[in-house]
C-alpha cells in the first residue's frame, strides 16, 4: 500500500518565476503599529505636485518592527550576558569549595593522627603508670620507664618533639 504522500506530485518553480511573480504581484506592507495609528494613504492617491510641501509622506512601517527587534535582541543578550555572569561565578565557587572541602579533608586526616598518636602516649602512660605501682624495685621500674620512654620518642617526629620540648632523658 502506497501512501497519499508518495502519490502527489510536487510542483517546482523556478527562480525566474518567482521573480515574475514578485514584480507584478502588488506589495503588500503591513502596520506593526497598533489602532491608534492613521490609516496609510496609497501612493497613487497621493498629490503628484512636488512643490507643495504639505504633502504627506507615507509613514516608515519598518522602524517600530526594527525597534522591537531591537529591544528583544538587545533584552536578550543582557540575559545571555548576566546568565554567563552568573555561571562564571557559580563555578568559581565551586572551585572554592572543592579547595576547602580537600583542605578539611586534609585537617581532619591530621587530627585523626594526633588522636591515634595521643591514644598511644595515654597507653604508654597508664602502662608504665601500672609498672611504677606494681611494686617492683627501682632499678627495674627505671628500666622500664626508659624503655617506654624509648617507644614515647618513636611515637613523634623530630619537629614534634621540639615543640613539645621535649629533650629526652
Known sequence: SISKKENKQRNFISYQDVVVQQTTAPSTIIDMRGPTSTPIIPLAKLPTNST???TPTPPKVGEELLYNI???CNSYEDQLKSTHS???STSSKVTSLANDVHQLQ???QKQNE???TLT???SILNTMEQ???AGRSRKEAEEILMTQLASLEE???VQELRDIQYDGM
Do not use: A, N, P, R
Request: aromatic share 12%; no cysteine; glycine share 0%.
Open 106 to 108: 586534609s585537617s581532619l
Open 131 to 133: 609498672d611504677v605501682t
Open 70 to 72: 531591537t529591544f528583544l
Open 120 to 122: 598511644q602516649v595515654l
Open 155 to 157: 611515637l613523634f617526629s
Open 52 to 54: 507643495s510641501t504639505t
Open 86 to 88: 552568573f555561571v562564571s
Open 114 to 116: 594526633k588522636i591515634d
